[in-house]
């Protein structure tokens, strides 16, 4: 039985831990043919053929288009594009970051992932491909401490959206993926409070795992997805419903007075 992605070639950005390993995986796992790029040497180099790595930064423009022309160039050709690299600053006010610090970010987390679409755009257009861009469920509803941050992942919901529309006339395919209260490494090592605290913020009551974003991420890839597109799909164990962990505050207040 071939996998959902057989022979396809891709490409994910940030793969050296967490959500990026993980889609790496899954897309190897589902039969595609894996070029990842991080700043880490190191990254994923147990992941094996059909994986190849490049140390990149994304923040360099012109080496990141040449990365992904060239791994187009190299395969013959290009079926997903998936951005996955970005980061998460400490929760700071607005006052205390500088327009330096703001344009840094941008250019990490929203300017990156236009480069990689527009390079690589030619070659989706000939494959009918797929585009992936890993934005945030704070995108579609905010958080505290994280202007910059909310900035760049609800500007990427909305270049991605746009992309759909320009891009359907030749086949192609964008969506977002917006994760919420998944475990990975970005997020440190919380204590066992923290962690509660960050299971309750979904209705699941639990925190998700970089594998099952993954999974989602290559659903998306993949011809199983074939009429989505435009999409901003929450992977967040219901985090996004009911006000969050306001509600659950609520909810059992109101059950105590009942009681």
């Not at 790029?37 to 080496?63: I, K, M, R």
């Not at 970005?86 to 006052?95: A, E, R, W």
């Amino acid at each position: 039985m071939t996998g959902s992605c057989e022979g396809k070639v891709s490409i994910v950005t940030g793969t050296s831990q967490g959500i990026g390993r993980a889609i790496a995986q899954t897309l190897l796992r589902e039969g595609a043919v894996v070029a990842g790029c991080d700043l880490n040497p190191a990254a994923a180099a147990d992941l094996g053929p059909p994986y190849s790595h490049a140390v990149l930064d994304v923040t360099d423009f012109a080496a990141l288009a040449r990365f992904v022309e060239q791994t187009a160039e190299r395969h013959q050709g290009l079926d997903i594009l998936v951005n996955n690299a970005g980061g998460h600053p400490p929760k700071t006010p607005i006052d205390d970051v500088s327009v330096e610090d703001f344009e840094a970010l941008l250019a990490q987390n929203l300017t990156s992932m236009f480069v990689a679409c527009r390079a690589a755009l030619p070659a989706l257009r000939r494959s009918h491909g797929s585009i992936v861009n890993l934005s945030s469920v704070v995108a579609l509803f905010g958080q505290e401490g994280a202007a910059a941050y909310c900035a760049t992942k609800g500007a990427i919901s909305g270049m991605s959206k746009s992309l759909a529309i320009d891009e359907a006339a030749y086949g192609v395919r964008v969506n977002c993926v917006c994760p919420a209260a998944i475990a990975t490494p970005m997020g440190g090592s919380p204590s066992a409070a923290a962690q509660a605290l960050g299971a309750s913020l979904a209705w699941l009551d639990r925190r998700g795992s970089a594998a099952e974003v993954g999974e989602v991420v290559t659903f998306l890839a993949s011809e199983r997805s074939s009429f989505v597109t435009g999409q901003d799909i929450v992977i967040g164990g219901g985090a996004d419903l009911g006000y969050g962990l306001k509600a659950n505050t609520y909810y059992n207040a109101v059950a105590a007075v009942n009681q």
